[in-house]
């Protein structure tokens, strides 16, 4: 059978759409970045973000555009399945408030790896910095590549000319805004990815006959029947317990270790306000992610019964095939303008986590006097880095658009969540044990991974390219590392004098609010045992053969 070319019938009202959006998102970061009066309001928005706003914001910056292309593309391999990760995604960001994200907001730190540096000094925080700025850049990496697929089919260009002309106007328009433009443009985002995909996947499964359609995030339960006579396996388990149990340290962990999820608990106005977004933000979310599991079954269901072929690298333009079905032209240039809103809202994030990394982390550390302007300067260097690197890598990227986001979950869970956790919670955990764990669990994820060294992986296959695999492993190797080196080190003396024990004590019950220290506060010896006993059996169990 000929393979069927999925592009834009009408380029024209593509391209109207996408500049019109592009032309909003200028003015909007243009008028909103003259609110920062100083390079630290550049980077929080002058903490004096509202909750709904904040919420909109948060939900647009996980969206990604991911959720129009790559998830989707997700569905049409996993099935049913998929929907146990996906539940790990919306657990993630009210964990993050629960965990960590209010007493580091108490404390008044830009990033995770500020947080670190505070309670585990200098040396540690480079390293996490390392790791997030990879972090950050294989995020993005994923959204460029989204909006160059997404630019070919609207455009007619070829990958890499889609890739250098949408990067380079993102990178434009985040750069100009600051965190201020960042986050109104990210609330406006929100609202314009979820008209664009609900309401159109409405039309869609009215079209397939769903009598559900005037609510397509619940109500496609009456497709079910037909779809399991077209497509008998859509609701098996297929997978091993391994295979489930490793969603929990790779995409709940792994999102709490994002720091452009965290920067946005940074930016509210208060500590309410920041619990109020996270309501808002999972209200939001829920909705949308029920609707691209929605648009996933009803490609599978369209693949199945249409008798259309889909080859696998169409699998990530499953929502805009099943728009150039079913609805009009214009309905599709709309749905492209909300999908590459979706790609800016998170790459936005990204870029403004990595500058924020390199210009307050690093550079205002080395050099804390540095004028105003200059921070400025290299703030704008820093995201336009980081933009020429994602841009770079992504001339040759992976087969599914959704591969490098999820593996970059994974490295987050790794490296910045035992640190971010135990420091909060446990006041053993001092600078050797977080050294440690972060240094040797990252680079345990990378080297068992299937991209660097083939011959060296504890699984095959989709596991371990989305980086399943290496989280089970070394999630719980990060928090026994720290734990067990945190115990050790704590019983010898010459070490324990290095190091400003005490200050990093009282450091935990001040970030909790309280008035006076205790000694006895997040204390316990029984605590980090536990802890350690627990991580070492889950580590032994991720290396045992089977279970996928």
């Not at 569905?75 to 399945?81: E, S, T």
């Not at 340290?249 to 720091?259: E, H, K, S, Y």
């Not at 540095?370 to 933009?387: F, N, Q, R």
């Not at 024990?501 to 220290?517: E, P, S």
Request: proline residues 5%; positive net charge.
């Amino acid at each position: 059978m000929e393979q069927q070319q999925w592009v834009l019938s009408s380029p024209t009202l593509g391209m109207i759409f996408v500049a019109g959006s592009f032309i909003l998102f200028y003015v909007i970061g243009w008028y909103s970045q003259k609110r920062a009066k100083a390079s630290t309001d550049y980077w929080t928005a002058g903490r004096s973000i509202g909750a709904v706003t904040n919420g909109l914001s948060m939900a647009s910056s996980y969206m990604s555009l991911a959720t129009f292309l790559g998830v989707t593309a997700l569905i049409l391999n996993l099935k049913v399945p998929f929907v146990y990760m996906w539940i790990q995604f919306t657990l993630s960001i009210p964990l993050i408030t629960l965990w960590y994200g209010t007493p580091l907001r108490r404390m008044g730190a830009f990033t995770p790896a500020h947080f670190v540096r505070e309670r585990y000094g200098l040396n540690t925080s480079y390293i996490t910095v390392i790791f997030m700025i990879l972090i950050m850049v294989m995020y993005a990496l994923g959204q460029m590549i989204g909006v160059a697929k997404v630019f070919e089919m609207l455009f007619g260009f070829n990958y890499n000319i889609s890739l250098i002309f949408g990067g380079a106007l993102i990178v434009g328009y985040i750069a100009i805004g600051g965190m201020y433009g960042t986050t109104y443009n990210a609330a406006f985002q929100m609202i314009l990815m979820g008209v664009a995909f609900i309401i159109p996947l409405g039309a869609i499964m009215k079209a397939m006959g769903g009598t559900g359609w005037y609510f397509p995030p619940l109500l496609y339960s009456d497709m079910v029947p037909a779809m399991l006579e077209a497509v008998p396996d859509f609701f098996d388990m297929k997978y091993g317990i391994k295979w489930y149990a490793a969603l929990i340290p790779c995409f709940t962990i792994g999102a709490m270790g994002l720091p452009h999820l965290g920067m946005r608990v940074y930016t509210a106005s208060n500590l309410k306000s920041a619990r109020n977004a996270m309501l808002w933000f999972t209200f939001f979310c829920g909705i949308t992610f029920s609707a691209t599991y929605t648009m996933g079954f009803s490609g599978v269901f369209f693949e199945a019964t249409s008798g259309q072929t889909i080859v696998p690298t169409d699998f990530d333009k499953i929502t805009l095939i099943l728009n150039s079905v079913y609805n009009p032209a214009w309905v599709l240039a709309f749905v492209i303008a909300g999908a590459i809103a979706a790609g800016l809202s998170t790459i936005s994030a990204n870029l403004m986590a990595i500058g924020a990394m390199i210009a307050q982390d690093i550079i205002a550390t080395i050099k804390p006097n540095l004028p105003e302007k200059t921070m400025k300067v290299i703030g704008y260097c820093a995201i336009a880095g980081g933009g020429a690197a994602s841009i770079l890598i992504a001339l040759d990227p992976p087969t599914f658009l959704v591969v490098s986001i999820l593996w970059a979950f994974g490295l987050a869970g790794v490296t910045v969540a035992p640190a971010a956790i135990l420091g909060v919670w446990w006041k053993p955990a001092n600078r050797y044990g977080a050294f440690v764990s972060i240094l040797v669990a990252g680079l345990t994820y990378i080297i068992v991974s299937p991209y660097v060294f083939p011959n060296i992986v504890i699984s095959t296959g989709l596991q371990a390219k989305l980086g399943m695999s290496g989280s089970l492993l070394c999630v719980p190797l990060g928090f026994f590392l720290l734990t067990t080196v945190s115990m050790i080190t704590e019983r010898i003396p010459s070490l324990m004098a290095r190091i400003p024990v005490q200050q990093d004590k009282i450091l935990v019950d001040k970030i909790h609010g309280w008035a006076d220290y205790s000694e006895e506060r997040y204390n316990s010896t029984q605590a980090g045992l536990i802890i350690a006993g627990i991580s070492l059996l889950l580590c032994i169990w991720a290396v045992l053969p089977g279970g996928w």
